[in-house]
């Protein structure tokens, strides 16, 4: 990558395309909507094209977890607010831990 830490910025970008992907799944109906579902397939493919780019320099293990990490939280967020998901305190316990997962992966890597 040309700017330090360029394979990172790639991977959260990847990541915030998994949540794309993953949101347009609900709104495709089952692929039964054209444009949900073109945007769906759209954000996939761009998704998985940017997390090939990161592993250029990024371990696989630690890229995979951290792609999927964010996808998971993030979509379970936006869940809430988009789709009216239920909120709990357990479910906030377990967002915050994906996090924590994907921030120790982050800093595993550049210790």
């Known amino acids: 990558m040309i700017i ?3 394979a990172w910025i790639v ?3 990847a990541g915030l395309f998994e949540v794309i992907w993953a ?3 609900k ?3 089952g692929f039964t909507r054209l ?3 073109v945007i769906t397939a759209v954000a996939a493919a761009i998704s998985f094209w940017l997390l090939a780019q ?3 320099e990024i371990p696989i293990g630690t890229a995979y977890a951290v792609w999927v990490g964010i996808g998971a939280a993030g979509t379970a967020i936006l869940g809430v607010f988009l789709f009216g998901d239920q909120l709990s305190l357990l ?3 377990g967002i915050m831990l994906i996090l ?3 921030l120790a992966l982050r800093l595993s890597e550049t210790a």
């Open 4 to 6: 330090p830490g360029g």
């Open 91 to 93: 479910k906030v316990a």
């Open 54 to 56: 990161a592993l250029r």
């Open 100 to 102: 924590l997962g994907v």
């Open 23 to 25: 949101l347009g799944l």
């Open 35 to 37: 444009w949900p579902s």
């Open 11 to 13: 991977l959260l970008i």
């Open 27 to 29: 709104y495709s109906d």
